[in-house]
């Protein structure tokens, strides 16, 4: 399958790109054009991107398409049902997602975030004809779909439609027991219908990968020669199945710790795995939002709350106990907009939440503790 989709294709590392470096609010076009050619020049080749990663098609399309022959790289983009109430929005979502990226075709495309409430409107709107139709056309070499709902919505989709070729699933080790994102099942059913899959959140949005956390010193503790975030990636990559492993790069020393990682590849020793299973437990005895920054409730909110930054000072605060950090988040962001205060409890954000967190609560915590 890798073949059929990749031909020379090396590896299993892929470039998201929802985290891409910034110098006072702009892109860092130097870094990034550093980043993937290093990504390049070590044999990888996968792009992951989306019409509402702000940004990001747009910043592919000025680093990589103009500066490399198009049979070099693969890239996959998605639609965002959330504002497309026609077959017209969705050829208009899929045209300017090709103008941004510079692209006449794209490699995969897939239908973006399902859950249940998605997969109706999707139904509604025939978008997955419409996807069909892109790739009989040539727009589309293949298509899929990320995913984020229970095993039970998974085995059901990937039933009803068997041309998906590709499934984004979040899999990741604190995950994978998890009674609510139940990342080994999700990896089971896609492995019962013999769909290769990609794995988004390898790290947790990055909580895999600090060095300062309990687990990360944990981890580092036992293998000081190795990064924390490279535990999580050598979890995944030895599973069947695996077609890329998707990781928001934001630094050059992220891209190139991630290529050493799946370069000089080792699968994890009974030992690494009893490790890994105690990590988990550490993460799990400490009090935390599981944010992972990917700011789908963001353009929700009708108050405008950046809600990522409220949760991640939040589990700074459940960590440190320190209200310092937090009130000094209050303040930057009333300069700039709404707080948690403003929350009006619409629940909008609750519903798109991947992690189903419960926002709306916790902004009403946020608020009590600067009462």
């Not at 779909?145 to 590709?166: G, N």
């Not at 630094?251 to 030992?271: C, G, H, M, R, Y």
């Not at 009130?327 to 700039?336: E, N, S």
Request: charged share 25%; aromatic share 10%; glycine share 6%.
């Amino acid at each position: 399958m890798t073949e059929k989709f990749f031909g020379k294709y090396t590896g299993k590392l892929g470039y998201g790109n929802m985290r891409l470096p910034r110098i006072d609010g702009e892109l860092d076009y130097e870094t990034i054009h550093k980043m993937i050619d290093s990504f390049m020049d070590a044999g990888y080749t996968y792009f992951d991107t989306c019409h509402v990663y702000e940004a990001s098609e747009k910043a592919l399309g000025e680093t990589l398409v103009p500066r490399y022959q198009r049979e070099q790289y693969q890239i996959n983009t998605k639609l965002s049902l959330l504002p497309i109430k026609s077959a017209e929005d969705m050829q208009k979502q899929f045209d300017t997602s090709r103008e941004r990226l510079g692209l006449d075709y794209v490699d995969f495309y897939f239908l973006h975030a399902l859950n249940s409430n998605y997969l109706k409107k999707a139904d509604e709107l025939d978008a997955w004809g419409f996807l069909r139709s892109l790739k009989e056309k040539g727009a589309a070499k293949h298509i899929g779909f990320s995913f984020h709902d229970m095993p039970e919505v998974l085995d059901d989709t990937l039933s009803k439609h068997p041309e998906t070729e590709l499934v984004l699933l979040q899999l990741n080790y604190l995950d994978w027991d998890n009674p609510k994102t139940q990342s080994r099942k999700l990896y089971e059913t896609a492995r019962k219908h013999n769909v290769p899959i990609s794995v988004m959140e390898p790290c947790k949005g990055g909580w895999l990968a600090s060095e300062m956390s309990e687990s990360g010193k944990f981890l580092k503790s036992a293998n000081p020669e190795v990064s924390v975030a490279s535990w999580a990636f050598r979890f995944l990559a030895e599973l069947d199945g695996i077609h890329s492993i998707l990781t928001g790069m934001g630094a050059l020393s992220e891209v190139e710790d991630n290529i050493k990682t799946f370069s000089d590849f080792l699968p994890l020793s009974e030992k690494e795995h009893d490790l890994v299973k105690k990590a988990v437990e550490i993460i799990n005895a400490t009090p935390s939002s599981p944010c992972t920054d990917c700011r789908y409730c963001v353009p929700l909110c009708p108050k405008k709350i950046i809600i990522p930054a409220a949760l991640h000072v939040y589990n700074d605060y459940l960590i440190h106990k320190d209200l310092s950090s937090l009130r000094h988040l209050y303040y930057m962001m009333g300069l700039t907009g709404a707080q948690p205060k403003d929350c009006v409890k619409c629940g909008a954000c609750d519903k798109v939440c991947p992690q189903h967190i419960g926002i709306s609560d916790l902004m009403s915590e946020i608020t009590t503790l600067m009462a």
